[in-house]
């Protein structure tokens, strides 16, 4: 199970970035309209990962602060 977090992970941020990029030499606005959408799906695809993690490691008291204290980053 870890080793798909860890697949799901990089995937998204790959997409997020090759998306910021093509977003930041874009030269029309279809094309940055068109590259933030797909930096949004590899952010959304990304934070599921993190929160998992987090929500098994931390005490069944404390969890909802951890996942608080990584949703403000």
Known sequence: MLVWRKIILLSG???DGSARVLSATAVDLITIASA???AGIG???SIPPLFAPAAEIAH???R????SIIASF
Do not use: E, Q
């Open 43 to 45: 952010i959304g695809g």
């Open 60 to 62: 069944r008291k404390r």
């Open 36 to 38: 933030r959408f797909v």
């Open 13 to 15: 941020l790959i997409l």
């Open 64 to 67: 909802g602060l951890v996942i």
